[in-house]
């Protein structure tokens, strides 16, 4: 075993740690820590970074791993022994989403000193012991070797992402934000859980990877090579029940339609917390559990339609939404649920390295939007409005050109990350859904087309927002002469700038398929390491075999060129981008909402996805708990008091023999008496 | 010539009746007292009665224990006539019915 | 000779405590309840049996002392006494949240403390007594005695309703009591035993020596048996229908009687039907397994549909006790080791959990003086530690990972999905979990409104921080129940290993 496997549960334990050491802070006294707290998570985070890239480097050396760590409980039965353990699976997936991670969160928790520190907020502890337990949650997420392991971080992650959206309890918008994201996402965990516990029913174990993984004998029993309890359903339909339950999970967490109403109202947390977990990570813990355990959804042909139908369809929804917003932090909130439809669209279509390659790009340049977004707020004493804003161009000269490097990312113009991925995204949905027979080629198809048509949505919101904040003239005093910023702002800007632009270099496909070229590092590297018996069953290659031969739908891809459907790509987001510089990169910009008539409504009210879900809370749940209450205390209390009253009431009738009057009493027993020896009489024969 | 123990037993039974009537008429708490004295008696000549037919001294042995008892309830009987009439200046029974629900 | 010596010393400490004077009975009654820990500790550690017992011999049951007392009827009575793997926790669970309470009375209770302690440790020596006994006669005795301080305790200490809710309590728990005594009794003069040791009893039944009666055929008294068992022990769990004394109690009484009563007292329920019900009479059980599943998951969704509609945070907690509750029947009936481990693992979580909520409902009542959601907000920033721990307790309550109330809902759930022995195990264990939603929104619903937002209190108290005899009971249970999520081996172990015999027993259906 290599050195980095055996100090890589540091990696999750040095920001506990941090957690631990912000929280005893905080109990004793907020000045113990200098920076309230946050040179311990950034030495942490820095540790787990340095840690994590050891790691990566030891897995692109060619070692795997997957061991167990800890025994958490044991279930030695009659019925077989059942082991539930928390471990360890470093593989090319897990490792390269743990340097994300641990990046992101290193280059957050150094913004924060600039946005939380610099701007004089108090509760400094708790917000790092936050941030610092949300970083261990999310490296322990990553590097869960089984299924029950990332339902337990994934569940305080979301405690975290509660803690830290609620982070300005004092007011009242931020705790209801926190409430409904946990309540939401909570939702969605409900359908994680029960599909959890289907699995470690059915196949007595919850590992991802190796021969006795739950993926791996899902594929046995389809080809008739092994069995397992299915509770009397047919096995393709039994797993592909159990994939779309622990599905219910994934849209919850990443933010998918319909539970996705939760993340724009998660923007009342601090600029940091969103870029950190509403953006770059914990929203991708959705993503990476489907891609942790792809081998199981790739056998379904249904769980991949409804995987890929919701993508795109999230794409498509979304990026609408953001098109009228005018908050700053709204606008990336609906881009971050739309670049997270683009990953499940992959997934659906087949595409597993193009979903981890978005993943990847995504994580870096919607972080470098979000702390971007973070600095003007700065600038801007905490106004979001960006009908206040214009002109910041001049005077935020750093954020501004890495702002731009970002948007240019997102909006998915070459030769910036994001478009690299998304292109890659678009053009495995469309040689899917072009090679493969049947329906789910179909939907396939209609799936790419909502992803297609989102991506003129995407370039035009994401140009509308760079033109409304940065470019034109001030439109308020505030714009005019917006605060600086310090380096602990503009570094992780840069940083997150450089990444950005570069990333994308990673996973040159097209190229490769254009020249031959081996430059689809990306590929090599999900590929695995040759020759590790672990890979066997999470390699993308392996992937590529259950879709196209287990898979009873037998996805298959197309031999069409890359070039056409990138132009077509590359062209609607330069359309889009034009447009909204047109329309908005003037000196003196107005809304062009009103030209959109009735639909400006509801695209303001976010087609009322909202207004159902509470409605549903107040006008159905509320009553239908008022009714259970008020059954409770007429009917099945009024039962209890009911036996107690007539118990009463009946005992004070019969007290009314209780005359007080001797003789009565003589005349009672008396008579009893008598009535008694007539009786014996009668019964035993000798009277009469 | 011993007489036929059904005599006894008319006796008694006659004691007995008389008792009840008693008991269940009169009003005044010494003559209830009386009555229940009969009643006991009533059960005693049963017992000497019964005793004497089988020739077994339990039965008058237990008379004699029912005549302990029914001094010693005498006197708690007056005992309570007593309190009767200082609480109600009367020893009607039917008058003092405080005690009811 | 250890059990003994705990009973006994909990009996002393109640009758030193009850005629100590005022200022001192607090402090000596916590002093004394240490001992009772210290021994349940040791017993802890020394712990050496396997089996069930029940369903073992002498093997499975530590501590064991049987003394033979007297003969009634041809049968005979015993002072019989042990603890196996299913009621050494409770019995830890017992000691150590007796303690804890009597810290957090120091400050509530102002009068008659002596007598309040004393009933609080009197208490504790019947609930020791019932989850050790092992003779019928001493278990009715103990499970009885119960009652008396408790009624007492809420009577006398308990808010305004004190008086209807203490009679609604005992009158109510008392008459299923009886219910459950009549067939039992029926059920043992059916057995061919001489004894009322409940082993001999278990193992006679298993052998099929249950005899007709009345013209019954003998399955037919097992299952009357089992109804008015079942009846008598639900409305002490308390399972919906039943459950209507439970938020009046609640209400009532004051805090660290609530937090025995839904930690400890609850779990004589679920304990005595996991002895009874599910040991004694599997086969029945098994036969109506999903009439209890029903049972079990409407307390489970129906308990927690009631916390939604409550404005006062005791009712809310109580009603979510019944919710949680649901859960140990759920895990009972499935009859896995998951199931029923789980569900004897959730009676500690829960009564640690409980407590907890309890506790700090408690405390936030001695700052603010009301209760109600609505006449208070923005608690967080005048109580920090306090609300701190109470959103943790909350978030335990909701299952969050590494606490102790996921562990035990996690492997009921496991439990219940994979029985065999009930009829569509899955759907009614996903049915079961939807509670975990549930109990998230009432529980956050709740928070939000009084901890968060701007500081607001309706009743015109200076609130201040909690001082320390009230945050450290509470730092203690949270520390314990996260310590338990983490490592729920530390009971698990043993429960699995006295819970393995009742499954093999009975057969399947």
């Known amino acids: 075993m290599s050195a980095a496997f055996t100090y890589a549960p540091l990696i999750v334990a040095l920001p506990f740690l941090s957690f631990l050491i912000a929280l005893a802070a905080g109990l004793a006294d907020r000045d113990v820590l200098p920076k309230g707290g946050a040179i311990p998570g950034i030495l942490a985070t820095l540790g787990s970074l340095a840690l994590s890239a050891w790691v990566a480097l030891t897995v692109a050396g060619g070692a795997v791993f997957d061991e167990t760590i800890y025994e958490w409980a044991v279930a030695a039965g009659v019925e077989s022994q059942l082991e539930l353990s928390f471990g360890l699976l470093l593989d090319p997936l897990s490792a390269m989403m743990l340097v994300i991670v641990c990046l992101v969160a290193t280059l957050v928790h150094v913004f924060s000193l600039g946005y939380m520190n610099d701007e004089g907020e108090t509760g400094l502890p708790r917000y790092y012991a936050g941030l610092g337990l949300f970083t261990a949650s999310m490296l322990g997420f990553v590097v869960s070797d089984n299924l029950l392991q990332s339902f337990v971080f994934f569940e305080l992650v979301g405690l975290c992402s509660y803690l830290l959206i609620g982070f300005h309890f004092r007011e009242p918008g931020p705790p209801s934000a926190a409430k409904k994201a946990f309540l939401v996402t909570r939702f969605g965990d409900y359908f994680f859980l029960v599909g959890l516990v289907g699995i470690v029913a059915t196949f007595g174990t919850a590992q991802f990877g190796g021969a006795e993984s739950f993926p791996h004998v899902a594929e046995l029993v389809l080809a008739g090579e092994a069995s397992v309890r299915t509770f009397g359903f047919a096995p393709e339909t039994w797993f592909t029940i159990l994939g779309l339950l622990v599905l219910g999970g994934v849209i919850g967490k990443s933010a998918q339609f319909p539970l996705h109403t939760w993340l724009p109202d998660a923007m009342e947390g601090p600029t940091p917390v969103s870029?950190?977990?509403?953006?770059?990570?914990?929203?991708?813990?959705?993503?990476?559990?489907?891609?942790?355990?792809?081998?199981?959804?790739?056998?379904?042909?249904?769980?991949?339609?409804?995987?890929?139908?919701?993508?795109?369809?999230?794409?498509?929804?979304?990026?609408?939404?953001?098109?009228?917003?005018?908050?700053?932090?709204?606008?990336?909130?609906?881009?971050?649920?739309?670049?997270?439809?683009?990953?499940?669209?992959?997934?659906?279509?087949?595409?597993?390295?193009?979903?981890?390659?978005?993943?990847?790009?995504?994580?870096?340049?919607?972080?470098?939007?979000?702390?971007?977004?973070?600095?003007?707020?700065?600038?801007?004493?905490?106004?979001?409005?960006?009908?206040?804003?214009?002109?910041?161009?001049?005077?935020?000269?750093?954020?501004?050109?890495?702002?731009?490097?970002?948007?240019?990312?997102?909006?998915?113009?070459?030769?910036?990350?994001?478009?690299?991925?998304?292109?890659?995204?678009?053009?495995?949905?469309?040689?899917?859904?072009?090679?493969?027979?049947?329906?789910?080629?179909?939907?396939?198809?209609?799936?790419?087309?909502?992803?297609?048509?989102?991506?003129?949505?995407?370039?035009?919101?994401?140009?509308?927002?760079?033109?409304?904040?940065?470019?034109?003239?001030?439109?308020?005093?505030?714009?005019?002469?917006?605060?600086?910023?310090?380096?602990?702002?503009?570094?992780?800007?840069?940083?997150?700038?450089?990444?950005?632009?570069?990333?994308?270099?990673?996973?040159?496909?097209?190229?490769?398929?254009?020249?031959?070229?081996?430059?689809?590092?990306?590929?090599?590297?999900?590929?695995?390491?040759?020759?590790?018996?672990?890979?066997?069953?999470?390699?993308?290659?392996?992937?590529?075999?259950?879709?196209?031969?287990?898979?009873?739908?037998?996805?298959?891809?197309?031999?069409?060129?890359?070039?056409?459907?990138?132009?077509?790509?590359?062209?609607?987001?330069?359309?889009?981008?034009?447009?909204?510089?047109?329309?908005?990169?003037?000196?003196?910009?107005?809304?062009?909402?009103?030209?959109?008539?009735?639909?400006?409504?509801?695209?303001?009210?976010?087609?009322?996805?909202?207004?159902?879900?509470?409605?549903?809370?107040?006008?159905?749940?509320?009553?239908?708990?008022?009714?259970?209450?008020?059954?409770?205390?007429?009917?099945?209390?009024?039962?209890?008091?009911?036996?107690?009253?007539?118990?009463?009431?009946?005992?004070?009738?019969?007290?009314?023999?209780?005359?007080?009057?001797?003789?009565?009493?003589?005349?009672?027993?008396?008579?009893?008496?008598?009535?008694?020896?007539?009786?014996?009489?009668?019964?035993?024969?000798?009277?009469? | 010539m011993a007489v036929p123990v059904q005599w006894y037993l008319l006796l008694s039974a006659a004691m007995f009746c008389i008792g009840v009537f008693g008991v269940l008429t009169r009003r005044n708490a010494l003559l209830f007292l009386m009555s229940v004295e009969l009643m006991l008696n009533a059960a005693n000549i049963n017992l000497v009665a019964f005793a004497r037919l089988w020739g077994n001294l339990t039965g008058q042995v237990f008379s004699l224990f029912t005549m302990a008892l029914a001094a010693a309830e005498v006197a708690v009987g007056i005992g309570i006539i007593l309190v009767l009439y200082r609480n109600f200046s009367d020893v009607d029974v039917t008058r003092a019915t405080t005690m009811r629900w | 000779m250890i059990i003994e010596a705990l009973i006994g010393v909990t009996f002393l400490a109640a009758l030193v405590v009850l005629i100590t004077p005022d200022e001192y009975a607090g402090k000596l009654a916590f002093g004394a309840?240490?001992?009772?820990?210290?021994?349940?500790?040791?017993?802890?550690?020394?712990?050496?049996?396997?089996?069930?017992?029940?369903?073992?011999?002498?093997?499975?049951?530590?501590?064991?002392?049987?003394?033979?007392?007297?003969?009634?009827?041809?049968?005979?009575?015993?002072?019989?006494?042990?603890?196996?793997?299913?009621?050494?926790?409770?019995?830890?669970?017992?000691?150590?949240?007796?303690?804890?309470?009597?810290?957090?009375?120091?400050?509530?209770?102002?009068?008659?403390?002596?007598?309040?302690?004393?009933?609080?440790?009197?208490?504790?020596?019947?609930?020791?007594?019932?989850?050790?006994?092992?003779?019928?006669?001493?278990?009715?005795v103990f499970w009885e005695a119960v009652l008396v301080p408790m009624y007492f305790l809420i009577g006398i200490w308990g808010g305004p309703r004190r008086k209807y809710a203490a009679i609604k309590f005992f009158v109510y728990t008392n008459v299923a009591s009886l219910v459950m005594f009549i067939f039992f009794i029926q059920l043992v003069y059916n057995l061919d035993v001489a004894t009322f040791g409940l082993p001999a009893i278990t193992q006679a039944i298993?052998?099929?020596?249950?005899?007709?009666?009345?013209?019954?055929?003998?399955?037919?008294?097992?299952?009357?048996?089992?109804?008015?068992?079942?009846?008598?022990?639900?409305?002490?769990?308390?399972?919906?229908?039943?459950?209507?004394?439970?938020?009046?109690?609640?209400?009532?009484?004051?805090?660290?009687?609530?937090?025995?009563?839904?930690?400890?007292?609850?779990?004589?329920?679920?304990?005595?039907?996991?002895?009874?019900?599910?040991?004694?009479?599997?086969?029945?059980?098994?036969?109506?397994?999903?009439?209890?599943?029903?049972?079990?998951?409407?307390?489970?969704?129906?308990?927690?549909?009631?916390?939604?509609?409550?404005?006062?945070?005791?009712?809310?907690?109580?009603?979510?006790?019944?919710?949680s509750m649901g859960y140990v029947i759920l895990g009972l009936v499935a009859y896995t080791t998951l199931g029923v481990g789980g569900a004897t693992f959730q009676m500690v979580a829960h009564g640690l959990i409980s407590g907890l909520m309890f506790m700090a409902v408690g405390v936030i009542y001695n700052e603010t003086h009301t209760r109600m959601v609505g006449s208070m907000s923005g608690l967080a920033d005048r109580m920090p530690v306090t609300v701190g721990i109470l959103i943790a307790g909350a978030f335990g309550y909701m299952g969050l990972p590494l606490m102790a109330g996921f562990a035990a809902e996690f492997f009921i759930f496991q439990g219940a999905f994979a029985s065999t022995v009930l009829a569509r195990a899955p759907l009614f264990a996903a049915a079961a979990m939807f509670g975990i939603v549930i109990v998230a929104g009432y529980l956050l619903l709740a928070m939000q409104k009084t901890l968060f937002g701007p500081y607001e209190l309706e009743t015109d108290y200076e609130v201040t921080a909690a001082g320390p005899t009230e945050t450290v009971p509470l730092a203690i249970l949270l520390v314990s129940i996260v310590l338990l999520g983490v490592a729920p081996e530390l009971f698990f172990d043993m429960i699995t290993d006295a819970v393995d015999p009742i499954l093999q027993v009975g057969g399947d259906v």
């Open chain 3, 206 to 323: 298993h052998a099929g020596e249950v005899s007709g009666f009345l013209g019954l055929a003998p399955s037919t008294v097992k299952t009357l048996a089992f109804a008015a068992l079942f009846l008598g022990f639900a409305v002490k769990v308390p399972v919906v229908p039943f459950h209507t004394w439970l938020p009046d109690a609640h209400v009532e009484a004051p805090t660290p009687v609530s937090v025995l009563l839904a930690g400890v007292l609850l779990k004589m329920g679920t304990y005595a039907m996991l002895r009874y019900n599910f040991t004694m009479l599997p086969d029945v059980a098994k036969q109506y397994a999903a009439v209890i599943a029903v049972f079990a998951v409407v307390s489970v969704i129906y308990g927690a549909m009631l916390a939604l509609a409550q404005r006062d945070l005791k009712r809310i907690v109580a009603y979510s006790s019944v919710s």
């Open chain 3, 33 to 140: 309840s240490l001992l009772p820990l210290a021994g349940s500790l040791y017993m802890w550690s020394a712990f050496d049996a396997t089996g069930n017992a029940l369903l073992g011999g002498s093997a499975a049951r530590a501590f064991e002392t049987q003394i033979r007392w007297l003969e009634v009827g041809g049968i005979e009575l015993q002072w019989f006494v042990g603890v196996d793997g299913v009621s050494l926790p409770l019995v830890v669970l017992s000691t150590f949240l007796t303690s804890l309470a009597i810290l957090s009375a120091w400050r509530p209770i102002t009068d008659r403390q002596a007598q309040f302690y004393g009933l609080v440790l009197f208490m504790e020596a019947n609930l020791l007594g019932v989850f050790t006994a092992l003779d019928f006669f001493a278990w009715f």
């Open chain 1, 275 to 688: 870029a950190l977990i509403h953006a770059a990570t914990m929203v991708a813990a959705g993503v990476f559990l489907v891609a942790r355990m792809y081998g199981f959804y790739a056998v379904s042909p249904t769980a991949l339609a409804i995987v890929a139908l919701v993508g795109g369809f999230t794409a498509l929804f979304a990026a609408t939404m953001g098109l009228v917003k005018r908050e700053l932090k709204q606008v990336l909130a609906y881009s971050t649920i739309s670049q997270y439809g683009y990953m499940m669209l992959a997934l659906g279509t087949g595409g597993y390295v193009a979903a981890t390659f978005h993943l990847l790009t995504h994580a870096f340049f919607k972080a470098l939007l979000f702390l971007g977004a973070g600095s003007v707020i700065i600038a801007m004493h905490h106004n979001e409005n960006m009908w206040d804003m214009g002109g910041l161009r001049k005077r935020m000269p750093v954020t501004y050109a890495t702002f731009l490097v970002g948007s240019l990312a997102l909006a998915g113009i070459v030769p910036f990350a994001g478009f690299w991925s998304k292109d890659e995204v678009l053009y495995e949905a469309l040689i899917h859904g072009l090679g493969t027979e049947g329906s789910l080629g179909t939907v396939f198809l209609a799936a790419y087309a909502m992803g297609l048509l989102a991506v003129l949505f995407t370039g035009f919101y994401t140009f509308r927002m760079v033109a409304l904040t940065f470019h034109g003239e001030p439109r308020t005093d505030l714009a005019a002469d917006p605060e600086s910023v310090g380096w602990n702002v503009k570094g992780p800007l840069s940083v997150l700038g450089l990444l950005a632009a570069t990333t994308g270099f990673l996973n040159l496909a097209p190229v490769k398929k254009l020249t031959g070229a081996k430059v689809d590092f990306l590929h090599q590297w999900l590929e695995g390491p040759e020759g590790a018996a672990l890979m066997a069953t999470l390699s993308a290659k392996h992937y590529k075999h259950l879709l196209h031969d287990v898979n009873p739908a037998q996805v298959t891809a197309s031999e069409l060129g890359p070039l056409l459907p990138a132009a077509l790509s590359l062209g609607l987001a330069i359309t889009g981008a034009l447009v909204a510089f047109r329309l908005y990169a003037t000196p003196e910009p107005t809304e062009h909402t009103a030209k959109l008539g009735g639909l400006q409504d509801v695209l303001y009210n976010n087609y009322y996805q909202d207004e159902y879900q509470v409605w549903l809370a107040t006008n159905v749940v509320q009553p239908l708990a008022g009714v259970a209450d008020t059954v409770d205390q007429s009917l099945v209390d009024g039962v209890v008091n009911g036996v107690s009253s007539v118990s009463l009431s009946s005992g004070s009738r019969i007290r009314r023999i209780q005359t007080g009057v001797v003789s009565n009493y003589a005349a009672l027993v008396t008579l009893g008496l008598t009535a008694l020896l007539v009786a014996f009489g009668l019964y035993e024969g000798w009277l009469l």
